[in-house]
């Protein structure tokens, strides 16, 4: 899919594998805007991300919003560790819930469907 909004990245994340005690983490949560929400829904949900950057988390690298198909998209976060993914969970939930108004149930998931987890391998890109 299309990435309708990116965020630069604090710091650059190893390349290759890496080990337990140096993994990042990344949070993933796929939605689905209202029909009504669609058009403006990239410059909404940039401007909850942008106040999530503004309240400094700890460990926040970066954070991608991705189309993936007609009303469709993938947030993924990029966090130092996942003990930083944990500890700032209480603040994305508090702009997520923001969002609510925006997105519809996705299939009788809820709004969205999230899942998070340290990575365990990183590649480079291609030059």
């Known amino acids: 899919g299309d990435v309708v909004y990116h965020r630069k ?31 403006e829904f990239r410059n909404l949900f940039g401007a909850v991300v942008d106040e999530v950057v503004a309240g400094k988390p700890v460990g926040f690298r970066r ?4 189309n993936i198909g007609r009303r469709n998209y993938c947030i993924v976060g990029e966090w130092a ?20 108004q925006w997105v ?16 365990v391998l990183d590649l480079p890109g291609m030059p």
């Open 9 to 39: 990245p604090s710091a650059e994340a190893g390349v290759g594998e890496l080990p337990t005690d140096a993994r990042p983490a990344r949070n993933i949560v796929r939605l689905r805007a209202k029909p009504d929400y669609d058009p």
């Open 63 to 66: 954070v991608s919003v991705i």
């Open 81 to 100: 560790s996942f003990d930083h993914f944990a500890s700032a969970r209480p603040l994305l939930l508090k702009y997520f819930d923001q969002t609510r």
């Open 104 to 119: 519809e149930d996705i299939g009788g998931m809820g709004p969205t469907f999230a899942v998070s987890g340290e990575v």
